[in-house]
Protein backbone atom coordinates (compact mmCIF):
# COMPACT_ATOMS: atom_id res chain seq x y z
CA UNK A 1 0.00 0.00 0.00
CA UNK A 2 0.62 4.00 -0.57
CA UNK A 3 1.97 3.73 -3.60
CA UNK A 4 2.78 7.38 -5.24
CA UNK A 5 3.39 7.99 -8.88
CA UNK A 6 5.05 10.59 -10.82
CA UNK A 7 4.87 11.20 -14.48
CA UNK A 8 7.38 11.58 -16.20
CA UNK A 9 10.33 10.64 -14.97
CA UNK A 10 12.69 12.48 -17.14
CA UNK A 11 12.36 15.49 -19.28
CA UNK A 12 14.57 17.75 -21.40
CA UNK A 13 13.19 20.84 -22.49
CA UNK A 14 14.46 23.82 -23.70
CA UNK A 15 14.89 27.48 -22.12
CA UNK A 16 12.11 29.55 -21.62
CA UNK A 17 9.10 26.33 -22.34
CA UNK A 18 6.89 24.93 -19.12
CA UNK A 19 7.65 21.59 -17.82
CA UNK A 20 4.53 19.99 -15.91
CA UNK A 21 4.83 17.26 -13.33
CA UNK A 22 2.00 15.13 -12.29
CA UNK A 23 2.00 13.21 -8.60
CA UNK A 24 -0.76 10.56 -8.03
CA UNK A 25 -1.43 8.20 -5.10
CA UNK A 26 -2.33 5.11 -6.66
CA UNK A 27 -3.83 3.26 -3.46
CA UNK A 28 -5.02 5.89 -0.78
CA UNK A 29 -6.44 9.67 -0.67
CA UNK A 30 -4.14 12.27 -0.20
CA UNK A 31 -5.26 15.11 1.41
CA UNK A 32 -1.60 16.56 1.60
CA UNK A 33 1.34 16.17 -1.02
CA UNK A 34 4.68 17.74 -0.59
CA UNK A 35 7.12 18.90 -3.21
CA UNK A 36 10.63 18.23 -3.11
CA UNK A 37 13.55 19.88 -5.22
CA UNK A 38 16.73 17.70 -4.45
CA UNK A 39 20.50 18.67 -6.02
CA UNK A 40 23.26 16.15 -6.27
CA UNK A 41 24.28 14.69 -3.19
CA UNK A 42 22.58 16.97 -1.09
CA UNK A 43 19.34 16.67 0.97
CA UNK A 44 15.60 17.35 0.15
CA UNK A 45 14.60 21.22 -0.26
CA UNK A 46 11.42 21.33 0.46
CA UNK A 47 9.45 24.17 -2.18
CA UNK A 48 5.66 23.63 -1.19
CA UNK A 49 2.90 22.32 0.60
CA UNK A 50 -0.01 21.09 -1.22
CA UNK A 51 -3.41 20.66 -0.06
CA UNK A 52 -6.69 19.74 -1.96
CA UNK A 53 -8.75 22.11 -2.97
CA UNK A 54 -7.01 24.89 -1.29
CA UNK A 55 -3.93 26.94 -2.27
CA UNK A 56 -0.47 25.64 -2.00
CA UNK A 57 1.76 27.12 0.88
CA UNK A 58 5.37 27.78 -0.55
CA UNK A 59 8.26 27.72 1.21
CA UNK A 60 10.68 30.80 1.57
CA UNK A 61 12.23 31.87 -1.46
CA UNK A 62 10.25 29.68 -3.39
CA UNK A 63 8.50 31.40 -6.33
CA UNK A 64 4.88 30.65 -6.67
CA UNK A 65 4.47 31.92 -9.64
CA UNK A 66 7.31 29.97 -11.18
CA UNK A 67 6.51 26.94 -9.60
CA UNK A 68 2.21 26.25 -10.47
CA UNK A 69 1.27 23.85 -7.99
CA UNK A 70 -2.42 22.56 -8.35
CA UNK A 71 -3.64 19.99 -5.97
CA UNK A 72 -7.26 19.48 -7.67
CA UNK A 73 -8.10 16.03 -6.34
CA UNK A 74 -7.62 13.78 -3.26
CA UNK A 75 -4.94 11.65 -5.61
CA UNK A 76 -3.50 14.28 -8.33
CA UNK A 77 -1.14 17.40 -7.61
CA UNK A 78 0.81 18.34 -10.51
CA UNK A 79 3.86 21.19 -10.43
CA UNK A 80 4.31 23.28 -13.40
CA UNK A 81 7.93 24.99 -13.82
CA UNK A 82 6.81 28.11 -15.92
CA UNK A 83 9.21 29.47 -18.27
CA UNK A 84 11.73 26.85 -17.38
CA UNK A 85 15.63 27.92 -17.52
CA UNK A 86 18.80 26.16 -16.93
CA UNK A 87 19.13 26.79 -13.62
CA UNK A 88 16.10 24.98 -12.62
CA UNK A 89 17.68 21.96 -14.01
CA UNK A 90 16.95 19.41 -11.05
CA UNK A 91 15.52 16.63 -9.04
CA UNK A 92 11.88 17.03 -8.36
CA UNK A 93 10.12 14.75 -5.75
CA UNK A 94 6.52 14.54 -4.76
CA UNK A 95 5.69 12.70 -1.33
CA UNK A 96 2.11 12.28 0.34
CA UNK A 97 0.73 11.38 3.67
CA UNK A 98 -1.91 8.99 4.18
CA UNK A 99 -4.75 10.70 6.45
CA UNK A 100 -3.86 9.92 10.20
CA UNK A 101 -0.22 8.94 9.50
CA UNK A 102 2.88 11.24 9.28
CA UNK A 103 4.97 9.15 6.92
CA UNK A 104 5.90 10.36 3.80
CA UNK A 105 5.56 8.11 0.70
CA UNK A 106 7.57 9.07 -2.08
CA UNK A 107 7.31 9.10 -5.88
CA UNK A 108 10.14 8.09 -8.18
CA UNK A 109 11.03 11.74 -9.00
CA UNK A 110 11.65 13.80 -12.14
CA UNK A 111 15.04 14.33 -13.30
CA UNK A 112 14.23 17.99 -15.40
CA UNK A 113 17.32 19.10 -17.76
CA UNK A 114 16.67 22.73 -19.25
CA UNK A 115 18.75 23.63 -22.10
CA UNK B 1 15.07 28.70 12.23
CA UNK B 2 14.70 24.80 12.99
CA UNK B 3 17.23 22.49 11.84
CA UNK B 4 18.07 18.77 12.22
CA UNK B 5 22.09 18.68 12.55
CA UNK B 6 23.14 14.91 10.78
CA UNK B 7 26.55 13.08 11.00
CA UNK B 8 28.48 12.07 9.93
CA UNK B 9 28.61 13.39 6.10
CA UNK B 10 29.85 10.47 4.87
CA UNK B 11 30.51 6.55 5.84
CA UNK B 12 32.93 4.18 4.30
CA UNK B 13 32.33 0.87 5.99
CA UNK B 14 34.04 -2.91 5.33
CA UNK B 15 31.37 -5.46 5.18
CA UNK B 16 30.43 -6.93 7.99
CA UNK B 17 31.31 -3.57 10.32
CA UNK B 18 29.02 -1.55 12.38
CA UNK B 19 27.89 1.83 11.14
CA UNK B 20 25.69 4.52 12.72
CA UNK B 21 24.43 7.56 12.29
CA UNK B 22 23.18 10.61 14.64
CA UNK B 23 20.92 13.54 14.34
CA UNK B 24 20.83 16.74 16.50
CA UNK B 25 17.90 19.43 16.45
CA UNK B 26 18.01 22.50 17.71
CA UNK B 27 14.25 22.01 18.84
CA UNK B 28 12.42 19.29 20.47
CA UNK B 29 10.64 17.26 18.00
CA UNK B 30 7.31 15.63 18.05
CA UNK B 31 8.05 12.40 16.60
CA UNK B 32 11.63 11.64 13.76
CA UNK B 33 11.28 9.61 11.21
CA UNK B 34 14.02 7.90 9.24
CA UNK B 35 14.16 7.51 5.45
CA UNK B 36 16.82 5.60 3.08
CA UNK B 37 17.75 6.98 -0.49
CA UNK B 38 19.30 4.38 -2.54
CA UNK B 39 21.89 5.88 -4.99
CA UNK B 40 19.47 7.17 -8.25
CA UNK B 41 16.53 6.39 -6.06
CA UNK B 42 13.87 8.24 -4.34
CA UNK B 43 13.59 8.49 -0.65
CA UNK B 44 12.02 5.35 1.67
CA UNK B 45 10.22 5.68 4.52
CA UNK B 46 11.94 3.33 7.32
CA UNK B 47 10.54 4.11 10.67
CA UNK B 48 8.93 6.65 12.88
CA UNK B 49 9.92 7.45 16.83
CA UNK B 50 7.04 9.31 18.67
CA UNK B 51 7.96 8.52 22.43
CA UNK B 52 10.69 9.70 24.27
CA UNK B 53 13.48 7.11 24.76
CA UNK B 54 12.02 5.07 22.32
CA UNK B 55 13.68 2.18 20.47
CA UNK B 56 12.70 0.04 17.47
CA UNK B 57 14.39 -2.90 15.72
CA UNK B 58 14.16 -3.45 11.78
CA UNK B 59 16.31 -6.69 12.02
CA UNK B 60 19.87 -5.54 11.85
CA UNK B 61 18.40 -1.81 12.12
CA UNK B 62 17.87 0.22 15.56
CA UNK B 63 17.03 3.73 15.71
CA UNK B 64 16.59 5.36 18.84
CA UNK B 65 15.03 9.05 20.18
CA UNK B 66 16.65 10.51 22.78
CA UNK B 67 14.64 11.30 26.24
CA UNK B 68 14.43 15.42 25.11
CA UNK B 69 13.39 14.14 21.92
CA UNK B 70 16.35 16.42 20.63
CA UNK B 71 18.29 13.84 18.70
CA UNK B 72 18.31 10.21 17.59
CA UNK B 73 20.61 7.94 16.19
CA UNK B 74 20.49 4.75 13.51
CA UNK B 75 22.43 1.78 14.09
CA UNK B 76 22.91 -0.86 12.00
CA UNK B 77 24.61 -3.72 12.90
CA UNK B 78 27.09 -5.96 10.44
CA UNK B 79 26.46 -4.37 7.27
CA UNK B 80 25.95 -5.54 4.01
CA UNK B 81 26.09 -4.13 0.63
CA UNK B 82 22.87 -3.84 0.50
CA UNK B 83 22.71 -1.56 3.00
CA UNK B 84 24.55 1.29 0.39
CA UNK B 85 22.72 4.40 0.20
CA UNK B 86 21.79 7.33 1.82
CA UNK B 87 19.68 8.05 5.27
CA UNK B 88 17.90 10.92 6.09
CA UNK B 89 16.36 11.77 9.16
CA UNK B 90 13.59 13.76 9.67
CA UNK B 91 11.29 15.55 12.47
CA UNK B 92 8.40 17.56 12.81
CA UNK B 93 7.84 19.81 15.67
CA UNK B 94 4.18 20.40 17.15
CA UNK B 95 1.65 19.91 14.83
CA UNK B 96 3.28 20.92 11.67
CA UNK B 97 3.41 17.99 9.08
CA UNK B 98 5.81 19.73 7.55
CA UNK B 99 9.43 17.61 7.46
CA UNK B 100 12.63 19.16 8.51
CA UNK B 101 15.20 17.14 6.79
CA UNK B 102 18.77 16.49 8.04
CA UNK B 103 21.61 16.62 5.82
CA UNK B 104 21.73 12.91 5.24
CA UNK B 105 24.44 9.92 5.78
CA UNK B 106 25.80 8.73 2.61
CA UNK B 107 27.08 4.59 3.46
CA UNK B 108 29.39 2.95 1.17
CA UNK B 109 29.80 -0.48 2.01
CA UNK B 110 32.93 -2.76 0.52
CA UNK B 111 31.98 -5.96 -0.28
Known amino acids: GAVVSQHPSWVICKSGTSVKIECRSLDFQATTMFWYRQFPKQSLMLMAT?????????EQGVEKDKFLINHASLTLSTLTVTSAHPEDSSFYICSAITPGRMAQYFGPGTRLLVL | GQQVMQIPQYQHVQEGEDFTTYCNSS?????IQWYKQRPGGHPVFLIQLVKSGEVKKQKRLTFQFGEAKKNSSLHITATQTTDVGTYFCAGTAGNNRKLIWGLGTSLAVNP
Open chain 2, 27 to 31: TTLSN
Open chain 1, 50 to 58: SNEGSKATY
